[in-house]
């Protein structure tokens, strides 16, 4: 089951109903927009030229 939720007062609030008993435990797991992620951490450096690694690949026979 996926859920829609917000946190809020330190609780995350269900957007729908879950239909779950009082108590239930849950296993969470929070993801973050790549987005903000790029925000925080800015974007990396790449360690190889794309270009590059694509030609690389087209010219390579892979069925030898």
Same mark, same amino acid.
């Given at each position: &089951?996926?859920?829609? !939720?917000? #946190?809020? %007062?330190?609780?995350?609030?269900? $957007?729908?109903?879950?239909? $779950?008993? %009082?108590? !239930? *435990?849950?296993? $969470?797991?929070?993801?973050?927009?790549?987005?903000?992620?790029?925000?925080?951490?800015? +974007?990396?450096?790449?360690? *190889?030229?794309?270009?590059?690694? $694509?030609?690389? &690949?087209? +010219?390579?026979? #892979?069925?030898?």
């Amino acid at each position: &089951m996926q859920i829609k !939720a917000i #946190y809020e %007062d330190k609780v995350f609030k269900p $957007l729908k109903d879950l239909n $779950l008993p %009082d108590k !239930a *435990e849950v296993r $969470l797991t929070v993801r973050r927009r790549f987005s903000d992620l790029l925000d925080e951490l800015g +974007e990396p450096d790449a360690e *190889e030229d794309i270009d590059s690694v $694509l030609r690389s &690949m087209r +010219e390579r026979s #892979y069925y030898e």
